[in-house]
């Protein structure tokens, strides 16, 4: 799974039908400092994850395997918000 | 998923027999904002995206999750038009 | 699926026995203009393409959904042989 | 598989709920001698590594061929810790 | 599929129990000239192939397609030992 920071929405009027009421959120990567990396993706939310938190994402056909996502055409899902870090015996990032 | 803009259409006459009625088009991956990076793929279109359009793709086995390419060798896949992106409160595309 | 072009074949006699008969071509990644990058990989054939056209290429898990590499341990296909590609109204590529 | 070298460990309270009891651990990508190269991905822990030490990690729906990530939305996973890595005749790495 | 060069083994005593009795080993990426990239991954050998030689790897899901890799956490299969490469007319790689 990679890190990455929520830093907006994505709104589509125009869907494919098979995904109705997904939540899209822009994820920016990071590293484990929650430093971005300017490398932009769009992610599915079913976490509420909030504006700014760091979250893992699950990518390709792993990010359907959920109740909601299941054969949908998703390739990305937040599967977590990050609350710390530890690198090295030291916390590199808290919420 | 990833961002892109539709720049254009790819024609292929002489295609393997599963894929038949595919409109390939082509994309430049884009930012949050549009700008595109010259880094092209092809990406089967259901949802009738139009020419400079920003659009959400689908890679992977998650293209295939759909009726139309249930089965099919498609790897990436339109699932959605963008209308609007925000980003830290701002709105940085709209359509 | 990323265009590429056919620049070679790739022979092996010692192969997995899973996959036999198998066409194997050397591929040169190119952009829509088929001005390659020097960036190769080896996918299966089963449009016969021909040295130097320019072709659609689907990876992973969908090059393995045709009756011929079902099952089989093949992750890049060739999907389709290029005609054309027009990029904003102007042909930008003509076989 | 790639190698990569557990640096740290990953905390998140609120997740998708059907990852539970999961242990991330942070790794950062190495080469052949477990020299990092500051690319860091998140893997699920089913063999439990340690501190410091090199693993094997297995990457998209593979990561999910094991009773304990079927079905999950995991897209990395720790198949085995490296004890030795012989290159070109020489002991490049050594547990 | 990808072209690499075989350049040592990769030893595991503690390994994810779904996997028994592999081989892994140690590949340097190469391009058709078998000439190297100094970037590793580490594969499952199904072929016996030798220190040296150039192997054609598939990946992904892809390298669960045999018996003996079905429902194994693999993401990297050698399919195949390369006897011969022809670039444009011209034999570039011959074991």
């Known amino acids: 799974m990679i890190l990455g920071k929520v830093v907006g929405t994505v709104v589509c009027n125009k869907k494919n039908d098979s995904i109705s009421g997904a939540r899209y959120l822009l994820i920016d990567k990071c590293n484990q400092q929650c430093v971005t990396k300017g490398d932009y993706l769009v ?53």
Chains 1, 2, 3, 4, 5 share one sequence.
């Open 43 to 95: 992610a599915l939310d079913l976490v509420s994850a909030g504006n700014g938190e760091m979250v893992i994402i699950s990518e390709s056909s792993s990010a359907r395997e959920t109740e909601d996502t299941f054969n949908k055409p998703v390739d990305a899902l937040i599967v977590g918000i990050v609350d710390l870090i530890d690198e090295n015996e030291t916390i590199v990032y808290k919420k």
